[in-house]
């Protein structure tokens, strides 16, 4: 299937976006989310984009690469209930972004966590806090719902924990799937109005109907908010079960700290294996995306089957640009020069693309535009060497080091500059076919227009205008011969 | 309906069953068997599970209070005529409500609707004493819960150390 796809597009971007769609597609059990969808677009171009020896070299078989094994999942079947706290005092901002916004980011780790560890889990999310609690979602394995039920809340009233948990318990107790386990994670913000007695009492209630809790104790502290808490939590544990975790506010992001707490490895090897692979992307996210702990950004846990898309297609992709460059290189007379150049054209022209973001569309007509530019660029290099020897090994060399120092990551630009050099190198006649080119590059404002454009090119860059001046000292050169041909003549 | 008395040991002794019934232990469908407000250290296996109910330092142990709620599902269709509990005559239970055929029951909903049968164990029940059943309520049974609503000492801890089903299949 993967083969397929791949024979029927040209465009290299194309290619891996369909690619990824219709893996996609084939997996019936590929409970992506929209938000993942969105992300892995961006991928599937960034990794096309990104074509560079070092990004090949570093998918050439991994072996950090590697299939979730299922003796290491946690296989708990649990139904999980979150209580979110959306009380006024959830609009402080002592937790990044805001309280709030940070409770969310929080309860989307938990929910994805939960269905990592096993598919047949069920999260549902209540908020506890205005007219009185109300549950947002039942407990359901799509994530993309809990998602979108996240969407647009709004922040007001009090909270009351006590009828929070209570609605919690019932919409447990009807659970479709009775064989799971009742678990309730509580998000406890606000101050907490009720006695100790009270929570005491509903800790008992929840353990005597197999109900664990676990509680994110954050925001608000009024100094007795912490023994009340913790007294429920010993009132409801059972074995270990139900856990509790102070987050005090600051700097600290409240879903890091969170990944790291028992609430996470309280799960088992399962959890901490999602809370250690979210980590480790989150941190690859910092970094930039594609450099970090994994080979595109996307961890091959979370996200096998597009690990594994991405990287085929890369090496497909790979094997067809060496496929075009051998083709080129072999056909290098007057037309395979300009071929040579072409091909090498759009593996330059995506590098020089910025990495994130860019659609399909814009990166053809940046191809279209650089193809055209970068033609011209790089006749006007193969110029210099067919003139003269010592002039084209000095200017060639220039050339390299301007455009090397020009775009400190576009190894590739000089690695095809240098191909294209060794092409012209090898048809030296055919270079007298781009005269009219050179009396167009003769022209200096038009080649600084020109050099401007490129995106890896800064024509204020002192290199360049030596390269700049060079040309302009060897287009004299040449009229000066040609004026002497015909005066000869 | 011929007993024998049992004596208050800690070794097994038979109890002469009545005829054409015999201990459904073996028709119990272990893997879903669920006790609500157990004791995680005593649980329903060392009153149920042949071997671990007949010692009686092994005791099933209600956790918050003394209410207890026990599921039972069998593998077959079965007709239950009697129940032979034992307990220590301060926390053994006291009365014991039964439903047939009633899976999922929380103790929420007890109350819901009427019991199968309500027994009141007396003393002699705790030491061994069968407890005859409504034989006619129970004749079509998939699954039995029990539900222990108190104890003998109207303490916090109920402590159960056996409970056998005699019926037939």
């Known amino acids: 299937m993967i083969e397929n796809v791949g024979k029927n597009s040209s465009n290299p971007l194309l290619h891996s976006s369909k690619l990824f769609f219709s893996v996609r597609q084939s997996c019936p059990k590929n409970r992506v989310s929209r938000t993942k969808t969105h992300n892995c677009r961006s991928f599937s171009s960034s990794e096309a984009s990104l074509r560079s020896d070092r990004l090949c070299a570093s998918i050439a078989p991994s072996p950090s690469f590697q299939f979730p094994s299922p003796a290491s999942?946690?296989?708990?079947?649990?139904?999980?209930?979150?209580?979110?706290?959306?009380?006024?005092?959830?609009?402080?901002?002592?937790?990044?972004?805001?309280?709030?916004?940070?409770?969310?980011?929080?309860?989307?780790?938990?929910?994805?966590?939960?269905?990592?560890?096993?598919?047949?889990?069920?999260?549902?999310?209540?908020?506890?806090?205005g007219k009185g609690p109300r549950v947002l979602i039942t407990p359901t394995n799509d994530l993309g719902k809990i998602l979108q039920a996240l969407h647009g809340l709004e922040v007001g009233g009090e909270m009351s924990m006590i009828s929070g948990v209570q609605v919690a318990q019932l919409a447990l107790k009807h659970r479709q799937n009775k064989h799971q386990r009742q678990r309730i994670?509580?998000?406890?913000?606000?101050?907490?109005?009720?006695?100790?007695?009270?929570?005491?009492?509903?800790?008992?209630?929840?353990?005597?109907?197999?109900?664990?809790?676990?509680?994110?104790?954050?925001?608000?502290?009024?100094?007795?908010?912490?023994?009340?808490?913790?007294?429920?939590?010993?009132?409801?544990?059972?074995?270990?079960?139900?856990?509790?975790?102070?987050?005090?506010?600051?700097?600290?992001?409240?879903?890091?700290?969170?990944?790291?707490?028992?609430?996470?490895?309280?799960?088992?090897?399962?959890?901490?294996?999602?809370?250690?692979?979210?980590?480790?992307?989150?941190?690859?996210?910092?970094?930039?995306?594609?450099?970090?702990?994994?080979?595109?950004?996307?961890?091959?846990?979370?996200?096998?089957?597009?690990?594994?898309?991405?990287?085929?297609?890369?090496?497909?992709?790979r094997a067809r640009q060496e496929a075009a460059m051998k083709r080129s290189a072999e056909d290098s007379t007057a037309k395979g020069q300009q071929a040579g150049e072409s091909s090498s054209v759009p593996d330059v022209a995506m590098s020089?693309?910025?990495?994130?973001?860019?659609?399909?569309?814009?990166?053809?007509?940046?191809?279209?535009?650089?193809?055209?530019?970068?033609?011209?660029?790089?006749?006007?290099?193969?110029?210099?060497?067919?003139?003269?020897?010592?002039?084209?090994?000095?200017?060639?060399?220039v050339t390299d080091t301007s455009m090397a120092e020009s775009g400190g990551d576009d190894q590739d630009l000089a690695y095809a500059l240098q191909m294209s050099m060794q092409e012209a190198a090898a048809a030296a006649t055919a270079a007298q076919g781009s005269a009219d080119v050179n009396q167009v590059l003769g022209d200096q404002s038009f080649v600084s227009s020109v050099l401007s454009s490129l995106p890896g090119v800064d024509p204020n860059d002192p290199s360049v205008r030596d390269v700049l001046a060079s040309l302009q000292a060897e287009e004299e050169e040449k009229n000066e011969d040609q004026a002497g041909k015909d005066k000869s003549k | 309906m011929a007993t024998t008395a049992t004596p208050a040991a800690t070794t097994a002794t038979a109890v002469q069953l009545p005829l054409g019934q015999a201990d459904l232990a073996d028709c119990i469908e272990w893997q879903s068997v669920e006790c609500l407000n157990e004791n995680g250290n005593h649980t329903f296996v060392n009153a149920l599970k042949q071997g671990y109910r007949e010692d009686n330092g092994l005791h099933l142990e209600s956790d918050a209070d003394e209410q207890l709620l026990l599921f039972i599902p069998f593998n077959q269709v079965v007709k239950l005529h009697s129940l032979i509990i034992r307990g220590p005559p301060e926390e053994g239970p006291r009365t014991l409500k039964l439903f047939a055929n009633r899976p999922n029951m929380g103790f929420s909903n007890v109350t819901d609707y009427p019991a199968n049968d309500t027994v009141v164990a007396s003393l002699e029940n705790l030491e061994g004493k069968p407890i005859p059943l409504k034989y006619v309520k129970f004749q079509n049974v998939r699954s039995l819960t029990v539900f222990v609503e108190d104890n003998q000492g109207g303490g916090e801890i109920t402590q159960l150390q056996k409970l056998a089903i005699i019926g037939s299949t």
């Open chain 1, 352 to 397: 020089d693309a910025a990495p994130v973001k860019i659609t399909d569309k814009s990166s053809d007509m940046m191809i279209d535009d650089d193809t055209a530019l970068l033609e011209q660029a790089l006749a006007m290099s193969m110029a210099e060497a067919a003139q003269a020897a010592a002039a084209a090994g000095g200017g060639a060399a």
């Open chain 1, 185 to 317: 994670v509580l998000f406890a913000g606000s101050p907490v109005l009720s006695e100790k007695k009270t929570l005491e009492s509903m800790g008992k209630k929840l353990k005597k109907n197999n109900v664990a809790l676990d509680i994110v104790s954050f925001g608000e502290d009024d100094g007795e908010k912490v023994e009340k808490l913790e007294a429920l939590l010993n009132a409801v544990n059972s074995n270990d079960n139900s856990h509790i975790v102070h987050i005090p506010g600051g700097d600290r992001v409240l879903s890091d700290v969170l990944i790291s707490s028992s609430i996470f490895t309280g799960d088992g090897e399962g959890g901490s294996g999602f809370a250690a692979a979210a980590a480790a992307s989150a941190a690859a996210a910092a970094v930039g995306g594609g450099g970090g702990a994994y080979d595109f950004g996307v961890d091959p846990n979370l996200d096998p089957e597009l690990a594994l898309a991405l990287r085929v297609s890369m090496e497909e992709e």
């Open chain 1, 73 to 129: 999942a946690n296989m708990v079947l649990e139904a999980t209930m979150v209580c979110m706290d959306n009380s006024e005092w959830m609009r402080n901002g002592d937790y990044v972004p805001t309280r709030f916004q940070a409770q969310a980011d929080a309860i989307n780790l938990i929910c994805g966590a939960k269905t990592q560890s096993n598919p047949e889990n069920t999260v549902g999310v209540l908020t506890m806090a």
